[in-house]
Every structure is written in C-alpha cells, then in structure tokens.
C-alpha cells in the first residue's frame, strides 16, 4: 500500500512569509492531488499533478511533481491568513476505483 | 451547480447503536466514495460505488456498510457503534474515477 509522508506536520507563520510543504513516497505516483480542508469543511481539491517535473500555478501557490514522481511541494509566496487550512496531498492511484490515499496533512496557521 | 450534501452534519449517538448517514452526489456524478477522518488516523477510504456497485473497500471491520442508489445517492451505516467510531465522515463523488474528486461537509458523528 502506497504511504504518503507530509512534512512539516504543523507550521505557523505570519503573514507575509513564504512557505514550502512536502509530499514524499517510496513508491510512484502516476498522479497527486492537493487539497485544502478549512475546520468543520470537506478538502477542496486545489490541483492534479501528472507529469514528473510538472510545475503548475495557482496564484500564489506553486506545486511541482518530482521528475522521479516519488515526491511533490506545494510553495506559497507572501502567505496570508486566508491560507490557513490543512493541507493534503493525495494519491489517486492507478487502479481506476474510487480510492484516494492521503497523506497526515500539513496543518498551516498564518497569523496577521 | 450544486455540490455534494451530507445529512445529517452532526450526530451524537450512544454506544452500541446504529447509524445512517447520507450523501447526494453532484448531478451527474456516478462515482461516491466514503472516507472516516480523525485526528489520529487522518483521512482513511471506507468505500466507493459507482452505478450501485462497490468497486473497492477499505480496510475497516464489517459494522461498517453502505450503499448507493440508481439515482447515485449513497449512504452508509455503521452498526454496533464504538467510542472510536467518533469522527468526521466525509464523502466525495466524481464525474471520473481519478480525476477530481468534490467533497461534502461531512458528518460529524460523536459516540457517547
């Protein structure tokens, strides 16, 4: 079974700062999805990754998929309280069943 | 469009009873999966159906079932409820297995 390890777990910063979070397996991923989940709310998908040394962009957020596609990062830039959540990544695997396998998540606080 | 519903969102139940929880799928969604999320196991797949077939199953002991609709509504029940069942049940749906997957706001289910 495919494990995704986040890292950091937790991270508070103030705003304004710039922050990386990290997704890494053992294994392949044929694709990785990011999601963000705000307290007492299901994860919103924020982006799919599928090829390796895949850089996509989402306003201030950055993801890249490894070149190996055993690791991805998610970069924001001048982070703001609005970016507070948790964030997860997740393997959809290659079976093609419905299943999503997540990482820990990485619990992000940006302070005003 | 409308996203997808879960009812009830909170739930507070006894030990040892039975509960059913529910999910309406985007319009069109054929794909409905089921995830638990604690803070100590994180998120974790319970099950997917799609076209009322359960295509894959999580590793979670039989008390917990489900089932979809020709309608792709889903629900789920857990029985014989434990103190541990206490989490948030968060379900998602899918036009395409794989792809994006859009969440609800989960039930927040808590065992007394």
């Known amino acids: 079974t495919q494990l995704l390890e986040q890292s950091p777990q937790f991270l508070s910063i103030q705003e304004g700062e710039n922050l990386t979070v990290y997704c890494n397996s053992s294994?392949?991923?044929?694709?990785l999805q990011w999601y963000r989940q705000e307290p007492g709310e299901g994860p919103v998908l924020l982006v799919t990754?599928?090829?390796?040394?895949e850089v996509k962009k989402l306003k201030r957020l950055t993801f890249q998929f490894g070149d190996a596609r055993k690791d991805s990062s998610l970069h924001i830039t001048a982070a703001q309280p609005g970016d507070t959540g948790l964030y997860l990544c997740a393997d959809p695997g290659s079976s093609n069943t419905g299943k999503l396998i997540f990482g820990q998540g990485t619990t992000l606080q940006v302070k005003p | 469009k409308a996203g997808v519903t879960q009812t009830p969102r909170y739930l507070i139940k006894t030990r040892g009873q039975q509960v059913t929880l529910s999910c309406s799928p985007i319009s069109g969604h054929r794909s409905v999966s089921w995830y638990q999320q604690t803070p100590g196991q994180g998120l974790q797949f319970l099950f997917e159906?799609?076209?009322?077939?359960?295509?894959n199953k999580g590793n979670f002991p039989g008390r917990f079932s489900g089932r979809q609709f020709s309608n792709s509504r889903s629900e789920m029940n857990v029985s014989t409820l434990e103190l541990g069942d206490s989490a948030l049940y968060l379900c998602?749906?899918?036009?395409?297995?794989?792809?994006?997957?859009?969440f609800g706001s989960g039930t927040r289910l808590t065992v007394v």
């Open positions: 294994s392949v991923f044929s694709s």
């Open positions: 998602a749906s899918s036009s395409r297995v794989g792809y994006g997957y859009t």
């Open positions: 159906y799609f076209s009322e077939t359960q295509r």
């Open positions: 990754v599928v090829t390796g040394g």
